[in-house]
């Protein structure tokens, strides 16, 4: 009932989920997890899912909202499922920061993910990934990160004991907060040089050499997990879809997966709205926005597109090439979409295409001003999470998003995962971006919140209050 299926339309090889693959063996594309639909008991209405919050009858309904819509993947009986409580978050009302973007009060709303066991989305689609991987008898799994991939693998790992973990990370940032979780939950720390692009291609060769369970985002099982995500966003809203998703892009695991989870519930007639994406790269790692919005040497106006699966590999090649050539670095405060070749690449093309989405880019400036926004309305999240706020907030500016339309902005992780970028911010200090954190353009802090020095005097202090 449930089979793995290579996305390339010209090949759609099927393969069992029994077997450990993270591309298809015939022709190197990505691969989903798919279903027979037909034979399995889907709900006729998203409200059946209602009565998993307050059901007694089984635990792991009620305490995960990934494994809260096992229907919608069944890839393994319910009972199989390896939980730690993840998806237990909250769509917040957003009024005050709707100001500071730009939309009407009540039409924005932030998904705050960083309430996840490990602080980061990364719990919902390492729930699936790990249930997978018992199932497929694994003793030890691995993942590059930039920091949340590897916290989320070391506290499944500690707290399970199904399996051993190996993180590899490279030797650039990597927000402290997020490798303290790995040190801490007890995970085989490997530190290459390079950048996480570096790691992903060395980790995945790794795991293929010595039969290690790889659990970055091209594992089609992870996905399965991470399209939950929209399902808690729907079910906030009373099972309504919103106009906009806009959500971060750095490996584009998220994209892939939302696009996933709104093309099966449209298939499904579960919905009948498609909420328009917009997925946002930081200015200083932007692959898709420069593959997606602007000219190339082959004058396709339009940029790269999915086509139908058709897209144009060629393109991609030559544009890593020239990277490459170029000894281009992804440079960005925002550590955790600090990546230059986005492995679902192809994955949120398809998304793209199928929600009518639109791909942008902000500053580190932009980023932070609207993180301290996000922070000073008592959500605050790592840098990262802050670009879906930038950026609608840059696409309402532009006209592309109305001010009456209702926008979901994904908050990716929790504040504390980068605290020296929060402590740099509102004390506005340069040198310590500088020395702590690396060169970054950010020359102002316009919603500072900078500690005050005073004698230890109560009468001066009182002068402060």
């Known amino acids: 009932m449930a089979y793995q299926i290579c996305i390339n339309p010209d090949c759609s090889h099927q393969y069992e989920i029994g077997q450990v693959l993270h591309s298809c063996p015939v022709c190197g594309e990505l691969l989903d997890v798919d279903y027979e639909w037909d034979s399995l008991p889907v709900p006729d209405s998203l409200c059946h899912f209602d009565r998993y919050r307050s059901e007694s009858v089984n635990s792991v309904r009620r305490s995960s909202g990934v494994w809260r819509f096992h229907e919608l993947l069944p890839f393994l009986p319910l009972e199989r499922s390896v939980s730690i409580g993840e998806g237990r978050t909250i769509l917040q009302d957003a009024r005050y920061i709707a100001s500071f973007v730009g939309v009407d009060a009540g039409r924005l709303f932030l998904q705050y993910e960083g309430l996840n066991p490990s602080g980061s989305f990364k719990d919902n689609g390492m729930s699936a990934a790990l249930t997978h991987g018992a199932f497929v008898g694994a003793k030890k799994a691995a993942c590059a990160s930039t920091g949340n ?18 993180v590899f990370v490279g030797s650039g940032k990597i927000a402290y907060g997020k490798l303290s979780q790995a040190l801490d939950y007890g995970a ?16 995945r060769q ?10 970055n985002s091209v594992n089609p099982f992870r996905l399965e997990g991470q399209k939950t995500i929209m399902f808690r966003v729907i079910e906030e809203l009373d099972w309504n ?28 007639n579960l919905i009948k709205k498609i909420p328009r994406i917009a997925i946002i790269n930081a200015s200083g790692s932007n692959t898709l926005h420069q593959l997606y919005n602007k000219n190339n040497d082959n004058k396709n106006e339009r940029g790269l597109r999915w086509n139908g699966g058709h897209y144009d590999k060629d393109l991609i090649k030559n544009f890593y090439d020239k990277m490459t050539s170029e000894s281009r670095k992804a440079h960005t405060i925002a550590s955790a979409i600090e990546i230059n070749r986005p492995a679902n690449l192809s994955k949120a093309l398809r998304t793209l295409e199928f929600c009518n989405g639109v791909v942008s880019e902000v500053t580190d400036q932009e980023i932070m001003d609207a993180k301290a926004r996000v922070g000073a309305c008592g959500f605050g999240c790592e840098p990262a999470s802050a670009a879906s706020v930038a950026g609608t907030k840059k696409l309402v500016e532009e006209g592309v998003i109305n001010k009456e339309e209702l926008v979901v902005c994904i908050l990716t992780g929790h504040q504390l995962k980068d605290p020296n970028a929060t402590v740099a911010y509102h004390g506005n200090d340069q040198n310590q971006f500088n020395n702590t954190l690396g060169k970054f353009n950010i020359t102002s802090a ?3 919140n900078k500690p005050i020095s005073v004698p230890n005097d109560p009468d001066e202090i009182a002068k402060f209050l």
């Open 206 to 215: 790794i795991a293929k050499d010595h039969n290690i369970y790889l659990v």
């Open 241 to 268: 879809v919103p106009d906009w998703i806009v959500v971060p892009g750095g490996n584009l695991g998220n994209a892939a997966s939302f696009g996933k989870a709104f093309i099966e519930l449209h298939k499904l």
């Open 446 to 448: 316009k919603f500072a």
């Open 188 to 203: 085989k720390t490997i530190q290459i040089q390079g950048d996480f692009d570096d790691a992903l291609i060395r980790v």
């Open 149 to 166: 991939t590897s916290a989320s693998l070391a506290i499944y790992a500690a707290t399970t004991r199904l399996i051993e973990a190996v």
